[in-house]
């Protein structure tokens, strides 16, 4: 049909809902010039003065204006077009018999425009209607009946060529990508064809490698060849793969290294976010190899700054994102939040109960945005990050203001959350015997913490502090030091020593003497000019300045600066936390599973056991209906024999009836445990996703805020440093061979070797 109406005649006024032709759509997307459009016109007016069909896909290769795969490109999206006209045509019809909707039609002609988009698959709006159960078969029947679309129609189907004026269809905006995916796919058809003339393959093994390449894109905008599936498939050898592919002239696009062997970039169904899979074992990456790979993929915005990719790679991470887009920031200017309340970190300010701490205006939701690809989207969703309510705060039913909920000081959390602190003054140790503290209060305690509750606090003020578990919205002030601690905070951390501790904070670290066997993780400063390090590791984005590093007896010290190894450690205990909140759920899915598994199995014995008996009762009839019609004739002992596979025969009904009642109270307990189960799911189910997401959503704050910090590799040392401590910036690492005193370490550009770790006095 498709190549019937390509050759149509041409009538002499263009309409609105017309199918432009090849050669507008040529123009259209850049193909072609006016002056080559033009041209064409004119020959296929010849063409048609002189009674000759008009064939624009020959016009356009003998005149060299397109290459075959362009060719194929534009009529994959002309068909396209076509398919949708007649959907549009389908959904009138069906909607005027009241079969559907225009909702319904509306609703399939969209599904049918993303089918395409996803995948290039072109989906007819009938079979749309079938699936979502819109339609039966026998209406679907009744309305292509009614449908004609012969060829003395196609004037209506077909477009004019009024000189140099093109359509415009804003439903087909291709990507660079979605391009180049149409493009492979057209050469790829001609790679199938070959390979079947020369028997290489089956038809059914060229349809199965098919469906795996549309399905990769589709899902994961990966784009792969057809061939390269077919050797991983064994269909292929990589001798007769390379033979077509040097037929097409395509050997140096198969060779052609567009990505790294051992990485893999998937892309989200919403084409928002990339992430990079790493296989085990893999050569060493580089930032340019994944570079490279998004360049390849097709995403141009939102990539991460190189310093968070190339911490990935340090941390020997095999699945980390590369790449994000998102409406958040758009959300937030559009609703114009009003906080009323300091919201800097030293903001001391109490609210009382029931106060309004901040309030925004919805203003329009929908926001024009660029996809990773570059291609311009309208979309309403991403997360409401204007603010989200917390511990001593509620919301309001319309969801337009935040109100204390206790009497304390507000803040608002790198992640968007309004908290009120109670203040609680501790006039002694806060031990066991004390008791556990209220959560997210600002402590002010006069002597020792100790571990003996896990805290969980606003600010925290405090003579001493061992041995303690600590989460902090705000600061962590230890007039003398900490010890065999782990802390994990927002503001800044202020010391006399740290001894033994894992310390992550967002702010910076005040240390005024050691320390000591410690891990320390920041995105801001190490800004202790008189502390000491020993046998320790410190990353710090924003620089370290400390008075020395090392001793001679004990284990070489490891000092990072500008690095992003805070804000990934934090990723990393927020995916761990995901994977310990579903455990219960995805053991339940399992037993689940297991209980179907087990009904099924079940039932499948029983329909066996029914086909058993059915076998057993029709060889009894039979051998019954011989007897009567020849009992005369037998002798006795034949007789005999027959009565007796009669009675085996009943034998064997009766157990099946036997077995079949024991195998369906079997199935019944299946299946009652199985709903049991479901139930169970069905109740938990909604309160972990609600988790999952909301620490989803603190995941991407805290990777949108280190996005606008300053990464800065430097090192400063006032006093001295011992051999064996190592350096390290974004991308190299330095080594101190002896004794050195009072400089600074920072990264800088070397003309032979790249970023290199330099020295300088200070």
Known sequence: MTQRLQKLKPTAVEQEDHIPSLPSLALQYGTITKEQFAHIHHLASLNERQDRPVDFSHLLLTHKFATAYQIGLLTLIQEYLIIKKRGEEFGAIAVEKGFATREDVDRALELQKKEFQQAKVKKLIGDILVESRVLTEKQKNIVLREQTFLDTQAEKIFAPEPSGKIDKNKDLRLSDYEQQFLRI???DKEFAASILEKGFVSVREVRIAQKIQEQAFERE??????????????????????????????????HKPHTHPGIRVSISPDRMEATLFIKDHSPKITIKEIKQALET???????????????????????????????????IKS???????????GGAEVK????????????????????????????TRGYDLTFRCA???????????????????????????????????????????????????????????????PVTAGKITVREIRNAHIDAVGEVNSHIGITNSTIYAQGDIHARYIHNCRIETFGNIYVENEIIDSQIFCSGKIDSSQCRVISSALYAKQGIDIAGAGSIRTTACSLAAGTEHHILERARRIHLEIKNISQQL?????????????????????????????????????????????????TREKSKNILTLVKNFEKRMAYSISSLKKLNTTKKKYENERALLEKKINRLEPKIQKEITELKIDLFMFFEWTRKQQNLAQIKINKNVFPGTVFKGVYSSLEVKKNLGNFTAFEQSDSKNGLQIKVRKN
């Open 391 to 453: 511990s001593g705060t509620r919301l309001s039913n319309d969801r337009t203001k935040a109100f204390a909920g206790k009497t304390g000081v507000p803040a608002l959390s790198i992640e968007k959350k309004i908290y009120v602190h109670p203040f609680i003054n501790v006039l002694e140790d806060a031990d066991l015997k004390y008791g556990p503290l209220e959560k997210y209060a600002h402590l002010n305690i006069s002597g020792v913490l100790t571990g003996a509750y």
């Open 352 to 379: 009382k109960k029931g106060e309004t701490l901040a309030e925004q205006n919805f203003g329009g939701d929908t926001h024009l945005k660029k996809d990773l690809f570059g291609k311009d989207i309208q979309q």
């Open 586 to 634: 995805d053991a339940l899915k399992q037993k689940w599973n297991e209980q179907d598994h087990y009904a099924k199995k079940t039932f499948q014995k029983m329909i066996e056991l029914k086909i058993f008996h059915d076998r057993a009762r029709n060889k009894k009839q039979k051998l019954g209906d011989e007897f009567k019609k020849k009992k005369n004739k037998l």
């Open 185 to 187: 796919k057209v050469l």
């Open 335 to 345: 609703r114009r939040a009003v906080y009323h309340f300091d919201t800097g970190p």
């Open 297 to 331: 993929t097709g995403v141009k915005y939102g990539i991460y700054p190189d310093a968070l990719l190339q911490c990935n790679l340090d941390m020997k991470n095999t699945e980390f994102p590369v790449a994000r887009q998102d409406f958040s920031l758009e959300l």
């Open 221 to 254: 905008n990966h784009i792969q060849f057809l061939g390269s599936i077919m050797v991983e498939l064994n269909y292929l050898t990589e001798e007769q793969n390379n033979l077509i592919l040097d037929e097409q002239n395509r050997l140096k696009v198969k």
